[in-house]
């Protein structure tokens, strides 16, 4: 049973976000709170679901040229599972989604050079119950929302933006 986030709930979270891979030591000083309270409470907030995982978020340097592009993939329904879990497993996808329409994927892939792309399609294609793809290059990224979009989530559930 998943229940309501008090003050300290929030402000751990906060810091969490901030940066995910601070102590609990430092956190349970900046909250004036013991490290095994800060554990256990990250303990409780994982076991309910508040806090789904930890990840890696890479910083995009403007100077560094990365080709982008979506992939648009037709699957076999059947195998979508097996799909997926072989996508995963490439570094350059940064993100798969279920679409509707002709295809049944549609991925974020990044890479430093296009001869990349071209293999990395090869590779996509040899996967079993891949049936096409079509492939969209991204040309130039005119805004990028994500970022607002998760503090304004962030300040509608806990009252102010992590960051």
Do not use: W, Y
């Not at 679901?49 to 982008?68: K, M």
């Not at 599972?81 to 570094?91: H, M, N, Q, S, Y």
């Not at 090869?122 to 290059?137: K, S, Y």
């Amino acid at each position: 049973m998943r229940r309501t986030l008090d003050d300290l709930d929030r402000q751990l979270i906060r810091f969490l976000q901030a940066d995910a891979r601070m102590s609990t030591s430092e956190i349970g000083r900046k909250l004036s709170v013991a490290r095994s309270t800060v554990h256990e409470r990250i303990e409780r907030l994982k076991r309910e679901g508040v806090i789904d995982g930890f990840t890696v978020l890479l910083n995009s340097d403007p100077l560094e040229s990365l080709n982008r592009a979506i992939v648009f993939v037709e699957i076999d329904p059947k195998l979508q599972g097996a799909i997926v879990e072989k996508l995963e497993g490439f570094p350059e996808i940064s993100s798969c989604f279920t679409v509707n329409g002709a295809f049944d994927l549609a991925l974020i892939v990044e890479m430093p050079q296009l001869e990349d792309l071209d293999a990395l399609l090869d590779e996509i294609g040899e996967i079993a119950g891949v049936a096409r793809t079509m492939t969209n290059i991204i040309l130039a990224k005119k805004f990028d929302r994500r970022h607002t979009l998760i503090n304004e989530t962030a300040k509608k559930m806990f009252g102010q933006e992590p960051f």
